[in-house]
């Protein structure tokens, strides 16, 4: 079965959509960006086509590459303090000139609806994840709660690259219940594991890192990363010969960038509460 | 091989000693204690002597168990604001009537030497484990270091209970590039992985759940628990039976503590600084 990810997140949003309605006060999501690069402008969009659907204010900062950190501070200071603001993000990357870390960490983490700032991260490790979640792992999870897949007992494989998603995930699959196998670039032989495992989450940008002979049947594949070569677009999983033997695989492109947004939006209503 | 964990320790506390001795001004350690069950003293006890052996000040807060949640939070405040102080633990467990939580919140992050805030987890979790660190699971990396293991391409399975331990360890052992199996109470067989792993950490307080047949020759054992049944203590590695097949092995008892409380003094050194 091929995950249907544009009605999970379509069921995200029109849950929203109601929720917002009765409230006297639209949450308001704000989002600095300092770049010109397409891929970033493109995430903007999405992110305030959605925020407008779901009835959310949205507000766009634009800064020219040439601010300098400090005024930067200075620009995050202003919307921690604007009651206004329910949350905003700094859209990533930023240019060279300015230290990433310290953006995040200037950020009220109570307004951190990409769940960036330490505070936020820490939480998820030690008490619950009640409060702001960070996007794409809860995309993630979004899809096993909407086909009622009980993690407990089950053995899942994350294969990662990036900060942003694999640690954040191991930890909400581990307080699952989740028997949870983190493999990286230095795992000696990753067949051994993706072929026991009944999940296998795989965010490496590496194309075709799960072929057909290394996994088991009845498995659910999450793709969560792509790269190009030679201008063509490659997945982590190699789709056409996956999907006849899973219970479910996500299909490419789109459902990260949904998901992602869809966890965003609930994220800046739980800010705003 | 068993490990020699009063060598670590004692080579811990020698290097600290030794750079403490060149510092105008001691680093000091304070400890609120709210409680009157023997083995809470005995740790107190021990983070005494060797703080005291290090050279660092000590200083004890006892306090009567009818203490109220407002009146803690007022003495946290009181020693986050204490320049004498350079970080403190709340000895835990407190009384029933107070919520642990509120009281490890309301702990300045900087002067929090056990590690428990959340912005001090999150630290670990994306940035670096170069600031405070978490205590047990920083003693356990002591050992790797001592002994020039290098994770990167081990398999590790870190079979857990407590949230203290487990989570740390697995984002530290990540973050050393090992391939990391976090097995839990729901993990149907745990013998497929320890059988394949290299390295086996096991925090359950369930006797004997690591066997001979379960662990492949040559395997790192680190026991981190225990639990009493009939009134003997047993511990999480059938020691006796395991001892002559493994590369290394923690011996029980004590290991633990004295790992702990090194950190704890390390910490306490950095927060100084």
Redesign the interface.
């Known amino acids: 079965m091929i995950i249907d990810w544009k009605k999970i997140a379509w069921e995200i949003y029109e849950k929203l959509k109601e929720q917002i309605s009765k409230m006297d006060r639209k949450p308001s999501l704000g989002v600095i960006l300092v770049w010109n690069n397409p891929s970033s402008e493109k995430y903007v969009e999405q992110k305030k086509k959605w925020a407008e659907f779901v009835g959310m204010n949205f507000a766009l900062y634009r800064f020219e590459t040439n601010i300098s950190e400090k005024e930067l501070l200075e620009e995050v200071e202003k919307l921690n303090n604007d009651t206004n603001t329910s949350g905003f993000i700094v859209q990533l990357p930023l240019p060279d000139s300015i230290d990433d870390?310290k953006i995040i960490n200037a950020i009220n983490p109570t307004k951190d609806v990409d769940w960036?700032?330490?505070?936020?991260?820490?939480?998820?490790?030690?008490?619950d994840n009640s409060w702001l979640a960070p996007c794409t792992p809860s995309g993630i999870m979004e899809i096993f709660s909407h086909y009622d897949i009980n993690l407990?007992?089950k053995?899942v494989t994350v294969i990662w690259k990036s900060?942003i998603v694999w640690?954040?995930i191991?930890?909400m699959l581990?307080n699952a219940?989740a028997?949870?196998?983190?493999?990286?670039s230095?795992?000696?032989d990753i067949s051994?594991?993706t072929s026991?495992s009944d999940i296998i989450i795989s965010a490496t940008g590496q194309a075709w890192i799960i072929k057909q002979e290394m996994v088991k049947d009845w498995v659910i594949l999450i793709d969560v990363w792509f790269n190009y070569i030679d201008w063509k677009i490659y997945w982590d999983m190699d789709f056409e010969n996956l999907k006849d033997k899973t219970s479910m695989i996500t299909p490419v492109p789109g459902w990260v960038g949904a998901m992602t947004v869809a966890v965003l939006l609930k994220n800046t209503l739980k800010a705003a509460k």
């Open positions: 870390k960036f700032h330490p505070i936020n991260q820490g939480k998820i490790l030690i008490w407990s007992g053995i900060n640690k954040p191991t930890a581990i219940w028997t949870v196998i983190s493999c990286n230095k795992t000696p051994k594991f026991i």
